[in-house]
């Protein structure tokens, strides 16, 4: 088993920033991903300082990035007139070391795929290759079971398995056989992308309306330079009674913009057209708002679920994608302390299953939105001055008790060494018992 791979199931996101993660310090892996095609697919998503920090640590520069998307400078929340409820900066600008940045998910997606291939080779990611399962070895490793897009199975024996396979893993499925099914709350979002002109600071994250019925957009690319246009990534959600289960079928799909557009009809002032906006859009996806029951543990022996597989979440707080990139350089940090080996992978689930299980259900609340509630319900959203509607004491505490719950430490960050010291390499494959 000693010069066995590391085999990722699973090529998203936290994927190949894992396998990323291994080929710096060292470590041979290998990534199965289902899909027979790799293609930019998704909108917007965020990448936190944290996971910035992350990214240039992997050598992905802010030039890579701004391929992908930009530098976020704040995030705000506005009443229907278009009057600020509360704004605060992001990124640089909030003083952190590291920018967050809005970027295109599937572009992003493209850009890490690209620099696995460039920099472990063309076979280190075996598309139309799903990990149906895994046995464990008797020497320590692990076989992973693996269906292909011919029809065709076999088998590959690795020293440890990595379930990066998202919110429907197969690997979770095996691990916890009686885990809960999928988890729907009743909200459901519909996105698209419009080139329109950016508001405000011209990269900021924007929210109005309520926690049931919203409308959330921001930039996720620089202007066109000829135009001044920007690519808006947006957001519409309303939540619905969710008693008799979601009706659809798919968690996720492309849908016509006339099978949502009337909970918006009327969303139009001088300052916002929200019907406009959803009309020029390419298409529009519909995907109700899911996460998983956390479980009590991410590891079974010489296996470690990680990002969506271990902790799919509400995006209420925008670091899902974060933190499967935060996750890939602990597991790292743990190989280099560890090995690779079983310790590593308890290392990991010791430091992350219990507080991100927390944030998993904390992100199911109104999370900083709530905001936008006390003001609906006060004045139905619009005001003249909104210090005639909630004090700028009560909108700061609200906003730092919803803070501090969710580990915004900017101090905290700055002050941390790499999370994977610069240069630093596994020492053995072979494990330590
Ligand atoms: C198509 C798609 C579009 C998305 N769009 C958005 C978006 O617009 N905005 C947003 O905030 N988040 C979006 N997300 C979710 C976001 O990317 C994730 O929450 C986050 O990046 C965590 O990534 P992950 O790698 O853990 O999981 P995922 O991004 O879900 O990646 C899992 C990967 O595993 C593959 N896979 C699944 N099962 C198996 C298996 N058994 N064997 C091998 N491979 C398998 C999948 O094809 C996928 O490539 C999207 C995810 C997907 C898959």
């Not at 990722?8 to 396998?19: D, P």
């Not at 464990?136 to 692990?142: E, F, I, M, P, Y």
């Not at 016509?256 to 929200?274: A, P, Q, R, S, Y």
Request: proline letters at 6%; glycine letters at 12%.
């Amino acid at each position: 088993m000693k010069d066995n791979p590391v085999i990722i199931a699973g090529g998203g996101i936290g994927g190949l920033a894992t396998a990323l993660t291994l080929h710096q310090i060292g470590v041979p892996c290998i990534v199965f991903e289902a899909v027979q095609e790799m293609r930019p697919l998704g909108v917007g998503i965020n990448m936190q300082p944290n996971a910035v920090r992350e990214l240039h640590d992997l050598g992905i520069t802010r030039d890579d990035l701004d391929r992908v998307g930009l530098p976020a400078k704040e995030w705000a929340l506005v009443g229907l007139n278009g009057n600020e409820i509360y704004s605060e900066p992001r990124g640089l600008l909030a003083g952190y070391n590291w920018p967050q940045y809005a970027v295109h998910r599937g572009q992003f997606h493209m850009l890490l795929h690209e620099k696995v291939v460039e920099r472990i080779g063309p076979d280190s990611v075996r598309l139309g290759s799903r990990v149906a399962g895994y046995r464990k070895n008797s020497d320590g490793g692990v076989t992973a079971l693996i269906e292909h897009a011919d029809g065709s199975t076999s088998e590959t024996v690795g020293a440890l398995l990595v379930g990066a396979d998202g919110i429907n893993s197969a690997i979770r499925a095996q691990m916890h056989p009686a885990q809960p099914p999928i988890h729907w709350g009743g909200a459901v979002m519909w996105r698209g992308t419009t080139w329109a002109k950016p508001i405000r600071t011209g990269s900021s994250f924007v929210g109005l309306g309520t926690h049931r019925h919203r409308m959330v957009f921001y930039p996720i690319s620089h202007p066109d330079s000829q135009t001044g246009l920007a690519m808006i990534n947006w957001i519409a959600e309303v939540t619905m009674d969710n008693t008799e289960g979601w009706k659809q079928r798919g968690w996720f799909r492309q849908v016509g913009i006339g099978d949502f557009i009337h909970h918006f009809e009327n969303w139009i002032w001088d300052w916002l057209d929200v019907p406009a906006l959803i009309r020029q859009a390419d298409s529009a996806f519909e995907n109700p708002m899911i996460d998983r029951d956390p479980v009590p543990t991410w590891r079974d022996g010489p296996v470690l679920l990680l990002g969506d597989a271990a902790h799919a979440m509400y995006p209420t707080g925008s670091n899902g994608g974060s933190q499967a990139i935060v996750d890939a350089r602990i597991l790292g940090a743990a190989m280099i302390e560890h090995g690779v080996t079983q310790e590593a992978l308890a290392a990991f689930d010791g430091k992350l299953c219990g507080p991100i299980s927390q944030l998993i259900l904390r992100n199911r609340g109104a999370g900083p939105f709530g905001l936008l509630n006390i003001v609906d319900e006060r004045c139905g959203g619009t005001f003249d001055n909104i210090d005639d509607v909630i004090s700028p004491k009560e909108r700061t505490e609200f906003m730092a008790g919803y803070k501090a719950a969710a580990g915004f430490a900017i101090e905290k960050l700055n002050q941390a060494p790499p999370t994977i010291p610069h240069g630093a390499r596994v020492r053995s494959m072979a494990p330590a018992f």
